[in-house]
T-cell receptor, first 113, second 114 residues
Framework: DTGVSQNPRHKITKRGQNVTFRCDPISEHNRLYWYRQTLGQGPEFLTYFQNEAQLEKSRLLSDRFSAERPKGSFSTLEIQRTEQGDSAMYLC???????????FGPGTRLLVL | GDSVTQMEGPVTLSEEAFLTINCTYTATGYPSLFWYVQYPGEGLQLLLKATKADDKGSNKGFEATYRKETTSFHLEKGSVQVSDSAVYFCALSRADFGNEKLTFGTGTRLTIIP
């Protein structure tokens, strides 16, 4: 069990550029979550996958955001035409159906200039 | 919708002091309740959890009891250490068709001084 990993850890981009983040969950976990955390706030739910199926998307996830989990293992979160308001920490978590505990990765910190 | 209200910080205590961080929630049904901790430079870690009313979660000397009548899940520790300095998040989840998404409070920053 190597834990949840996320890449990159930090990303600086210019407004209008596209960015993609990757999350590798714990290997036997079939549930994967993305959250966003802004400074001084708690994480907010963005989207949820069970295996490769994306089963719920928050209203926070505008049409510039897309997430995939093509083979039910790793997941990617893409933000198109980034805006300064997208600057935040993007967190990934995974869990198994046998446990009600989500394990979080270290996050990807995005700064949009 | 679901929400979690946490005691605002920052909180500063001396080593060996008693700690309480208040947490109340609003949710339909019977949510599970969690405390997560974020140490400086690290990711969120589960500290403790309780899945039904009157359950007590405990870990590393921290405790919290699920109180349905007061919709609360206050975090307590009898004697804090410098190493407990971190940000603490209260959270709830409801298992809707397997989606156990977490709803978090805003976090409480705790600093322990020697």
């Amino acid at each position: 069990d190597t834990g949840v990993s996320q890449n990159p850890r930090h990303k600086i981009t210019k407004r209008g550029q596209n960015v993609t983040f990757r999350c590798d969950p714990i290997s036997e976990h079939n549930r994967l979550y993305w959250y966003r955390q802004t400074l001084g706030q708690g994480p907010e739910f963005l989207t949820y996958f069970q295996n490769e199926a994306q089963l719920e998307k928050s209203r926070l996830l505008s049409d510039r955001f897309s997430a995939e989990r093509p083979k039910g293992s790793f997941s990617t979160l893409e933000i198109q035409r980034t805006e300064q308001g997208d600057s935040a920490m993007y967190l990934c978590a995974s869990s198994s159906p046998l446990q009600e505990t989500q394990y979080f990765g270290p996050g990807t910190r995005l700064l949009v200039l | 919708g679901d929400s979690v209200t946490q005691m605002e910080g920052p909180v500063t205590l001396s080593e060996e002091a008693f700690l309480t961080i208040n947490c109340t929630y609003t949710a339909t049904g019977y949510p599970s309740l969690f405390w997560y901790v974020q140490y400086p430079g690290e990711g969120l870690q589960l500290l403790l959890k309780a899945t039904k009313a009157d359950d007590k979660g405990s870990n590393k000397g921290f405790e919290a009891t699920y109180r349905k009548e007061t919709t609360s899940f206050h975090l307590e520790k009898g004697s804090v250490q410098v190493s407990d300095s971190a940000v603490y998040f209260c959270a709830l989840s409801r298992a809707d068709f397997g989606n156990e998404k977490l709803t978090f409070g805003t976090g409480t920053r705790l600093t322990i001084i020697p």
